[in-house]
Each structure stands twice: as C-alpha cells, then as structure tokens.
C-alpha cells in the first residue's frame, strides 16, 4: 500500500518561530510537493523537487524554504512563522514521468499565533 | 505561468448526471488530472487525460481538448457520496499545479 507520511497532524507555533514539516514516501518517487490549501484559493504550489538537492519554486515560495537531502523525504521550512501561513499543507509524490498519479499525505493543519 | 479555473460550486441531485468543466492556459502542458477530495481528506485521484478524447472508468468519465485548453469531468448516477470537492490539475516538467477546485453537494 502506497504511502505518504506528514509528520504532524496539527501544529500550532508562535510568530517568529521556525517551523519544520516533514514528508516521507516509501515508493520510491522522483517528485515530491508541497502544497498550501486555503478556502476559496485550493492547493496552491510552493515548491516542488524531482531529484535529492534539486528543488524549484513552485506559485509561492515566498516566506518558505525546502531541502531534500534524501529521495524519501522532503521538508518544507517556514524561516520565520507569520499568522499569514496559517493554512492547511499537503504534500505529495509522484514517479518522474509526468502521466503518473501523485499521491497525497493526511495533511498538516498549522496554526501560527 | 499557468491559469486554472473551474465553477466554485455546483449542486447536483441524487441518480443524475453532472458535468464540471475546466478551462487552463498554461505554459508546458504534458496533461490533465482529475483528484476528488472529501472534506478533512486528502485528495484522490480521479483519471488522467493526455490525447484529446473521453477517457471512461465507470460513473466517471474525463475529456480533454488540448486545442481548446478544456476539460470535463462527467459524474453518472451521482450518489450522496459523491459530495465532494473535484480539483482540475494541469502537469508538464515536473510540476503538478491545481485549480481552485469545485465543490459539489448532491441532495436527495
């Protein structure tokens, strides 16, 4: 059974703070994403990595950084938490060929106070 | 650049036929994919289209026209359980980038 894992559910940080999201997926994908979705607006892009230290900028990376320092993992960094980032991130992974499925962790709820 | 967009929300009633479309404008197009996601769920995938045509797997049924920049996800027998939010999303080099979905409530 495929499987992308988020590292936290729920979070709640305070402004400022730094702030990590882990994403793990055992199958082996080139690609992993990061997504926020926020009501009205639906999954916006942040960033996204088809290779171990190979990453680009997604619709809004702006506030957000990323690192992929192996292929089964990838961490989505907000260097300074802002109430603005408050939101609902997903990721996701998929093989290189782009006519593959992405598949999608549970989602982390984030709330920045 | 790229430029998703889809009705916001659509009401259907139970045993019908909805339609929801999507228009793209996007740069590097390989194709199109169809995700359904219920409410505090993750979103799932629905089908795939790359050649202009219908692509049909069961109630579910996706068109694609590259010339046009549009495609259709047509919904048979719609089942109470099909209350659900569906997400246009468009791939080329690698990206995966989404539309604002469309939220579909079926009543009885």
């Known amino acids: 059974d495929v499987k992308v894992t988020q590292s936290s559910r729920y979070l709640v940080k305070r402004t400022g703070e730094k702030v990590f999201l882990e994403c793990v997926q055992d199958m082996d994908h080139e690609n992993m994403f990061w997504y926020r979705q926020d009501p009205g607006l639906g999954l916006r892009l942040i960033y996204f990595?088809?290779?171990?230290?190979?990453?680009e900028k997604g619709d809004i990376p702006e506030g957000y950084s990323v690192s992929r320092e192996k292929k089964e993992r990838f961490s989505l960094i907000l260097e300074s938490a802002s109430t603005n980032q408050t939101s609902m991130y997903l990721c996701?992974?998929?093989?290189?060929?782009?006519?593959?499925?992405?598949?999608f962790g549970q989602g982390t709820r984030l709330t920045v106070v | 650049g790229q430029n998703i967009d889809q009705p916001t929300e659509m009401t259907a009633t139970e045993g019908a036929i909805v339609q929801i479309n999507c228009t793209y404008q996007?740069?590097?197009?390989?194709?199109l994919f169809w995700y359904q996601q219920h409410a505090g769920e993750a979103p799932t995938f629905l089908s795939y289209n790359v050649l202009d045509g219908l692509e049909e797997k069961g109630r579910f049924s996706s068109f694609l026209s590259r010339s046009k920049g549009y495609s259709y996800l047509l919904l048979k027998e719609l089942q109470m359980k099909d209350s659900a939010s569906y997400l246009c999303a468009v791939t080329g080099a690698n990206n995966l980038f989404f539309g604002t979905g469309t939220r579909l409530t079926v009543i009885p």
């Open positions: 996701a992974s998929s093989f290189w060929r782009t006519n593959t499925e992405a598949f």
């Open positions: 996007t740069s590097g197009f390989n194709g």
């Open positions: 990595s088809y290779d171990v230290k190979m990453k």
